[in-house]
T-cell receptor
């Protein structure tokens, strides 16, 4: 079955530590996205990538980094510079940044700070 | 910039009809989408409106008025499983790209 796989489902970070969240898709989608969701809040865009080897900052990119070396994969690293990393992280993909495409989301990773 | 407003909570009873409103401000407009998210789950796409009018998909309908920068999601014959958060999202033009901005979500509670 095609879809988006995020791992791990739960992740704990120690102070000063970098952690990486995995996102893999087998939908053959060109565009991929990372969103952050805080309790009771909407989704805020961290980074997005329209094609392999290219990515752009979203609204809240500070303290995060990404790579897009393969079409299927778009890992997100939460660096020690992100002082408030506790949140629900959602990865999504779409066919492309057209005007009417829909986003397909993974099941999310809950990141907490120890 | 882009911003959206939608009510934070709505409560209705099983079998009823509920309307969730969304007003938006955006630079350039390419469409209004709606997503459903159950607690702890992934958002799933419900509908998309690029032109004025009503789009119907089963028990769910979505309406758009571009002149009023307004849309709504209409849920009919409510079922318990419809209890979830509903997000409107607008695609506008920002930072040389068509970017999708989400509202803060409306928590719908369906009572028996």
């Amino acid at each position: 079955d095609g879809g988006i796989t995020q791992s791990p489902k739960y992740l704990f970070r120690k102070e000063g530590q970098n952690v990486t969240l995995s996102c893999e898709q087998n939908l053959n989608h060109d565009a991929m996205y990372w969103y952050r969701q805080d309790p009771g809040q909407g989704l805020r865009l961290i980074y997005y990538s329209q094609i392999v080897n290219d990515f752009q900052k979203g609204d809240i990119a500070e303290g995060y980094s990404v790579s897009r070396e393969k079409k299927e994969s778009f890992p997100l690293t939460v660096t020690s510079a992100q002082k408030n990393p506790t949140a629900f992280y959602l990865c999504a993909s779409s066919l492309g940044q057209g005007t009417n495409e829909k986003l397909f989301f993974g099941s999310g990773t809950q990141l907490s700070v120890l | 910039g882009q911003s959206l407003e939608q009510p934070s909570e709505v409560t209705a009873v099983e079998g009823a009809i509920v309307q969730i409103n969304c007003t938006y401000q955006t630079s350039g407009f390419y469409g209004l989408s709606w997503y459903q998210q159950h607690d702890g789950g992934a958002p799933t796409f419900l509908s998309y409106n690029a032109l004025d009018g009503l789009e119907e998909t089963g028990r769910f309908s979505s309406f758009l008025s571009r002149s009023d920068s307004y849309g709504y999601l209409l849920l009919q014959e409510l079922q318990m499983k419809d209890s979830a958060s509903y997000f409107c999202a607008v695609r506008g033009f920002r930072d040389s790209a068509r970017q999708l901005t989400f509202g803060s979500g409306t928590q719908l509670t369906v009572l028996p």
